[in-house]
């Protein structure tokens, strides 16, 4: 995908949440706050905006006969559930004629050269120019590899092996030790088994030791998004064997909750075929950005899906690119130090997001250490279930009680100070 602003040509290799939305935002730089996105994307839903604190996800310990709800998370401001494909349908009608896609295209790698284009190469053959790469093709990212290679063969050259090393263990994904298996319900076939349940209406997580089931309503109540995690948080950073997104059905994850409660199995019941999902990270990069080249998104932080943040931080990603991108004092000359901006303000702060992603596929599957739930009943396990949705809670706050305003504001500032 090419963006052909008047000042840069930027290439955008990926047209998902990330790729798009940078899209979007680079079009409409003078208003990238409003992108006029809202009203379509609301219409895809039954959830409405309410400011104030407001309850999204039901807790409940599942992994017995008799589970029950010990907490619900309340955020500030409504819990918005959105099917992808809706949202990226939204982002595509929005985006104008001046990006100019290019559908069925895999980069095969780049080079930089000195007058400053960066020349594209596709799987296909053919090439392109671009003033800036910008890399939102996702966590097997052919731009991230092209980045790190290039970057461990300058390392190399200046003799820096162990450094080299460590750039080139950043190019492939690891595994994280959690397979989810995904699947939707139609909502009718859930009633039918179950009339009344709770995730008709409500998400809810269905937590245990060893994994974790996800429902909530999506596409206007129709269907119901499922998810089901199983845990081995002692394999992570393992090689996974075998393809990491397959075909699959409810035998390859009913074992694990065979024995939890009613809720759980109604919906277990309802799950036909399944897509099985390993799930793969990237390790921490010492940069996004080399040279007029920069990484978004899952091609630059891959994480862990249990705080609900990648697409997120992909979204924010994009809209403090295109603050830097689009911004009048940024020119082909200085491009390099305008994409260090970006790094050194989103890099950090996706950081946190990452392990705070992490750490919740633990508390969620009861993987805490010194916690065996298995020992507590009574009044002993209530409190260490509510010691569990403070932590939680705690690591998680940050996502009502903090945008990206102050982000777009401390870019601005760095863009227009004087060392700039």
């Known amino acids: 995908m090419q963006n052909a602003p008047k000042r840069l040509r930027v290439a955008i290799c990926g047209a998902g949440i990330g790729g798009l939305t940078l899209a979007l935002s680079l079009s409409r730089y003078h208003d990238i706050e409003m992108l006029g996105v809202e009203e379509d994307l609301l219409k895809t839903t039954e959830n409405k905006p309410v400011q104030g604190p407001v309850p999204s996800f039901n807790w409940r310990k599942s992994d017995q006969q008799a589970g029950f709800t010990f907490t619900t998370l309340v955020t500030n401001g409504t819990l918005i559930t959105l099917h992808r494909p809706d949202f990226q349908g939204v982002l595509l009608k929005r985006l104008p004629k001046s990006c100019r896609v290019n559908c069925s295209k895999r980069l095969r790698t780049y080079t930089q050269r000195e007058s400053g284009l960066t020349e594209l190469v596709f799987e296909d053959g053919s090439r392109t120019f671009c003033d800036v790469l910008v890399g939102a093709d996702g966590l097997k990212s052919a731009t991230r590899r092209a980045l790190l290679t290039e970057r461990a063969n300058w390392m190399q050259a200046r003799g820096r092996w162990q450094d080299a090393a460590d750039i080139a263990s950043c190019i492939d994904p690891v595994w994280c030790g959690t397979i989810a298996y995904r699947a939707l319900i139609p909502a009718e076939r859930l009633r039918a088994v179950a009339p009344g349940h709770p995730v008709l209406t409500t998400p809810t997580q269905y937590l245990g030791k060893g994994g974790y089931i996800l429902g909530y309503p999506i596409s206007h109540g129709r269907m119901i998004n499922f998810v089901a995690f199983v845990c081995r948080h002692d394999l992570e950073n393992t090689k996974f064997d075998g393809p990491w997104v397959g075909a699959s059905d409810r035998s390859q994850f009913a074992g694990l909750f065979a024995h939890w409660e009613p809720e759980v199995q109604a919906l277990v019941h309802c799950v036909d075929k399944t897509l099985r999902w390993a799930i793969h990270t990237t390790k921490p990069l010492r940069s996004f950005v080399s040279g007029h080249t920069v990484l978004i998104g899952d091609a630059a932080h891959a994480m862990e899906p249990h705080q609900g943040s990648g697409a997120g931080q992909a979204i924010e990603d994009a809209c403090i690119l295109a603050t830097v991108l689009g911004h009048p004092r940024t020119t082909r000359e200085n491009i390099p130090r305008a994409l260090r ?73 760095r863009l227009e100070g004087p060392e700039f």
């Open 341 to 413: 901006i970006f790094d050194e303000i989103r890099r950090p702060a996706t950081a946190g997001v990452v392990e705070g992603s992490r750490m919740n596929g633990r508390y969620f599957s009861f993987e805490i250490e010194g916690v065996d739930f298995d020992r507590y009943t009574g009044a002993q396990l209530w409190d260490q279930l509510q010691k569990l949705k403070s932590t939680v809670v705690k690591k998680w706050e940050w996502t009502w009680n903090s945008s990206i305003d102050d982000s777009i504001q401390d870019t601005l500032r």
